[in-house]
């Protein structure tokens, strides 16, 4: 405890040393300029009568000083009258100074007696003592002014930085819990030993069925990219390799359902450098084979991609299933995607679903 308070005392004595110095140096010069300034005409003059004649305008100084530093408490009428009041004290005070102390030690500095002569020298002298104090007085709050003005615009900066770093620390860290998020659920689908799981089946398939050999072959290439695609740093990939992978998730269903009209699958448009978050159209039309109904020739699973330069529209509709026991995980895929989509395009989407009775409606636009 001791040590901090030294520490936090040192700055102001070293401050109030430097202003003691500053003023003693300043009064030093004055007396030497009086001095010079009567020598040149009178060169018997004294230093120390030029001193002691001093002293009273040096302490006027200060009085004025310190009545103009409590002026902003008292207001103006008290100022004014603390003008004549400390005028008249300082007066009184040098009349005994110079003509009833001196002159009982000896020393007489003042060539005239006369009354009227000293009050004239009276007035000049604290005009001029207190037009100093003035002029000090206005400089240094000045200074004080620019000081503090300075000092709050340094910590308005000090806290705008702050608040910058804080923001960033916040947002890197909503990031990371979002990837995390991302990667957790994603590896609960994909875990790495089912995608070399299925290379095994396939080169056991291969030796009885060729079109086994070639689905399962299928299934390892989505189960590759959705792994993949955890590793993206920008949570993009080009639309082209979604589709792809759209594709190979599609053909494995058409067997499923013995390549019946139950899928309408169109892409309208030119691909070029379309991007979109990785996983994003397969797990819509995932869940659309998982949990629709897909039986109904009359109302078949329509899937719809049109590509424009610098956007993609994606649709995906299916039929509810009547009496589905099963927990539907809609709502934490399309969660799921609303993050990455906030990550990668936050801004630049328009994200739509709608289940109702009857029918599970999907759409999604991405400017990117």
Same mark, same amino acid.
């Given at each position: 405890m001791n040590r901090l308070v030294m520490a936090s005392g040192a700055p102001a004595e070293k401050k109030?040393?430097?202003?003691?110095?500053?003023?003693?140096?300043?009064?030093?010069?004055?007396?030497?300029?009086?001095?010079?300034?009567?020598?040149?005409?009178?060169?018997?003059?004294?230093?120390?009568?030029?001193?002691?004649?001093?002293?009273?305008?040096?302490?006027?100084?200060?009085v004025s000083l310190y009545f103009l530093n409590i002026y902003k408490v008292w207001g103006p009428i008290w100022s004014v009258a603390s003008f004549f009041i400390v005028f008249l004290v300082m007066a009184l005070i040098a009349y005994c100074y110079i003509y009833l102390l001196l002159p009982l030690l000896g020393m007489k500095i003042n060539s005239s007696?006369?009354?009227?002569?000293?009050?004239?020298?009276?007035?000049?002298?604290?005009v001029q003592a207190a037009s100093y104090s003035m002029l000090y007085f206005h400089i240094t709050e000045s200074f004080k002014k620019e000081r503090e003005l300075r000092k709050l615009q340094e910590e308005k900066l000090r806290n705008e930085l702050e608040n910058s770093i804080l923001k960033q620390q916040e947002l890197k860290s909503q990031k990371d819990k979002l990837m995390l998020?991302? *990667?957790?659920?994603?590896?609960?689908?994909?875990?790495?030993?089912?995608?070399?799981?299925?290379?095994?089946?396939?080169?056991?398939?291969?030796?009885?069925?060729?079109?086994?050999?070639?689905?399962?072959?299928?299934?390892?290439?989505?189960?590759r990219y959705s792994l993949e695609s955890v590793e993206y740093?920008?949570?993009?990939?080009?639309?082209?390799?979604?589709?792809?992978?759209?594709?190979?998730?599609?053909?494995?269903?058409?067997?499923?359902? *013995?390549?019946?009209?139950?899928?309408?699958?169109?892409?309208?448009?030119?691909?070029?450098?379309?991007?979109?978050?990785?996983?994003?159209?397969?797990?819509?039309?995932?869940? *659309?084979?998982?949990?629709?109904?897909?039986?109904?020739a009359k109302n078949p699973l329509k899937i719809r991609v049109q590509l424009k330069p610098g956007q993609v529209y994606f649709y995906c509709k299916n039929k509810v299933r009547k009496n589905n026991l099963e927990i539907s995980s809609h709502n934490i895929g399309m969660a799921n995607l609303c993050k990455r989509l906030d990550v990668a395009f936050k801004g630049k989407y328009s994200m739509n679903a709608c289940d109702d009775k009857d029918f599970y409606t999907f759409e999604l636009t991405v400017n990117t």
């Open positions: 109030k040393y430097s202003q003691v110095l500053l003023h003693v140096s300043a009064w030093v010069l004055y007396v030497s300029f009086i001095y010079i300034a009567n020598y040149m005409g009178n060169p018997n003059i004294k230093l120390l009568n030029i001193i002691l004649y001093l002293i009273p305008f040096c302490i006027t100084f200060y007696d006369k009354l009227g002569v000293f009050l004239r020298e009276a007035v000049l002298q604290y998020e991302y *990667a957790f659920l994603r590896s609960q689908v994909n875990p790495h030993f089912l995608h070399n799981t299925l290379n095994v089946l396939f080169s056991q398939a291969l030796e009885h069925s060729q079109d086994l050999a070639d689905n399962i072959s299928k299934l390892s290439r989505i189960m740093d920008s949570d993009k990939v080009f639309v082209q390799k979604e589709l792809d992978n759209l594709h190979l998730l599609i053909e494995i269903n058409n067997i499923r359902f *013995a390549y019946s009209k139950v899928i309408e699958y169109v892409i309208e448009g030119e691909v070029t450098d379309q991007m979109l978050p990785p996983l994003s159209m397969i797990t819509v039309v995932e869940n *659309a084979f998982k949990y629709g109904d897909l039986k109904d």
